[in-house]
Nanobody, 125 residues
Framework: QVQVVESGGGLVQAGGSLRLSCAAS????????MGWFRQAPGKEREFVSAIRWSGSTYYADSVKGRFTISRDNAKNTVYLQMNSLRPEDTAVYYC???????????????????WGQGTQVTVSS
């Protein structure tokens, strides 16, 4: 089973950028779907972005055009480049690993079996 660890969170001013990294362990990484979710205080965990083993990418409407997900299979790492950050992007961001060669819905938390501990992103106005 793939284990994941996030890094790269921090405090940034509105309009700024951050890049989150998700380091994964496990021999199946290249065929795992990977996702990013976030959870703000008092709110449910919500989908941010995902990438399939094939390279297909998906984004929540709220981040489309500002965030970019990518993966480096040689480094077993998934990235989330976040640009034009807004105060409403403030949340704990979680990386998650899904099943191998998965072709189903990646927008739901139920698609993912392994989760990281989360990294805090705070955007000041």
């Amino acid at each position: 089973q793939v284990q994941v660890v996030e890094s790269g969170g921090g405090l940034v001013q509105a309009g700024g950028s951050l890049r989150l990294s998700c380091a994964a362990s496990g021999r199946t990484f290249t065929t795992n779907a990977m996702g990013w979710f976030r959870q703000a205080p008092g709110k449910e965990r919500e989908f941010v972005s995902a990438i399939r083993w094939s390279g297909s990418t998906y984004y929540a409407d709220s981040v489309k055009g500002r965030f970019t997900i990518s993966r480096d299979n040689a480094k077993n790492t998934v990235y989330l480049q976040m640009n034009s950050l807004r105060p409403e992007d403030t949340a704990v961001y979680y990386c998650a690993a899904g099943p191998t060669l998965f072709s189903g819905n990646l927008y739901s938390t139920s698609a993912y079996g392994s989760w990281g501990q989360g990294t805090q992103v705070t955007v000041s106005s």
